[in-house]
């Protein structure tokens, strides 16, 4: 069930009337926003339900154990274990093709080829977004930074449907306590959440579907086929595209969230705007990036043991932090990529060299970060190094690019360089205007957009992870 | 690695600027029902497209003769010509082109 759709439409307008209507009870509240968020996911597949209600299962015993154990041993054995099971559901079934395949790689190699038993296994949409949730849970509580929840609100937190598949990765100590009472609307939320919904939609349904479909899609599926300008603008339309489709998601998410009642935090800050791969990473997927921080970087020791140590724990945090898209050589050339600039980023400042100019630094960041977009959106690493040897060809001729999709390449930057509170600005001007009026102003938007959105809508990117 | 640790409560949907009047959710429930039913007028099409989709049943084949007649009786108004408009100017950008480019097939 994708957001930018009727179908979702509709669930929504019966999960929002229901929910509302028994919230008299804020127990019937949460079962009711559990079934809905259910049926959400089971719209994919029942059989992961299963799953997601096992794995909230092993998080919430594991959680009520460690809050209930005095000795430090045991409750750090607790966790440990919590996490290896949390680690085994993403390992199972996100890497263990992967990891066969290069084993029999290896053993081919050295002489031993053997049939190895690749399980084919289908990825349950948004596992790597709800295993970490569990483990940042289950680590929280062992830091004493939650009290254990109950069986239902921890389930909840896991199941939520506006976060479920795609994030933000909401932490436990955001939402448990938000889940603890009743929840109220007030009319700057509802402005603002209705003001993200109709603009991730607007990024979704329009920017980056137009992209994909007439722009990035093609170039990237036959390289060879194209000049080295089409690879080029290609490139900065992937640029674009991901960005105007996750953080559309991300928006979307918000906003749902907040029509229920609840609070979800930012998860883009105008990346592109960034000057640095440092501060592009407090700017995109916030809520991957400081999940990687306090519980992968901190955990290998931050930077304390040294400058070496410190390098080496970046590396190895955004190395790991490309594998989490998933099982192939490119997210972790990505992530290689992201980690290795930051070593560089650490040791210039480290050896006081001076900082670039900001626009040229911005537009340095911007290019590193395209390059590699290149890597995370090739199939292959040896696609990825044809599209990077075909944009050196110097054939400079247009073969794809309409003023369409050059629009919308401009329209998706010129994003980045607005104010940064100019949606809560907007909002604040629509909470005072009266319902009816907003309504007819949300249906033409939405109808605007419906107008110009690309026939059918394609799963956005960010659900294969 | 990003260190300086940003505020995790920080939602965009908190304003920052305090709003006294009460009826929020009465507010939102307004809104978005005049939303729908808007759309349900303006974007009928949609709604006979979206119920064309769906698994042919009984169900299905009546509910497609009431949405398309629906939609017949909306575009008889005209109530539906803004967005055939629009959607138009929109197909019309979409063709324009630089030179004599033609942008590749989809895979």
Redesign the interface.
Known sequence: MLFPT??FGLFF?VA?TVV?AASGSNEWRKILLLLASWVFYGAWDWRFVALLILSALINWSSARIIDAIDSHGARKAMVTIGVIANLGILGFFKYYDFFLEQLGAVLAGAGYARDLPLLQIVLPVGVSFFTFQGMSYLIDVYRGRVKAGSLLDITLLMSFFPHLVAGPIV?A??LLPQFQERP???????A???L?IVWGLFKKAVIAS?LS???V???F??PS??SSLDLLIAAYGYAVQIYCDFSAYS?MA??IA??FGY????NFNQPYRAQSL??F??RWH?SL??W??DYL?IGLG??RGGLAMQCR??LL??LLGGLWHGAKWTFLIWGGLHGGV?VIETLWRKAGLPGLPRLLAIVLTFHIVTLGWIFFRAETFQAAIAYLGGMMHGDW??????????GLIGLGMAFHFTPPLL??GI??RL?ALP??L???L???M???I???RYEGVAPFIYYQF | MARDAHHHLHSPVDLGVADDRGGGLRWASVTIAVATITLLFANAGTLAGWVDEQTPSDWQLRASDISHGWADRMDRIGIGRPRAVLHARWKQAQAKRFGDEAPAEAP
Request: no cysteine; net charge positive; glycine share 4%.
């Open positions: 009727l179908t307008l929002f509302w932490r100590s955001d109220k609307l007030d009319r700057g939320m509802v603002m959440a209705l993200l137009e479909v007439n722009l899609d093609p170039v599926f036959d086929a194209h928006d918000i906003g907040a029509l609070r979800f935090p930012r440092q501060d990473w407090r916030i990036s400081s990687l921080r970087y931050g930077n724990n970046i945090t955004m930051q001729r247009n073969t794809v690019t309409t003023p369409l999709l050059a949606a809560q909002a604040i909470r319902a009816p907003l309504g007819a949300v249906a033409a939405i109808l605007l419906d107008a110009m």
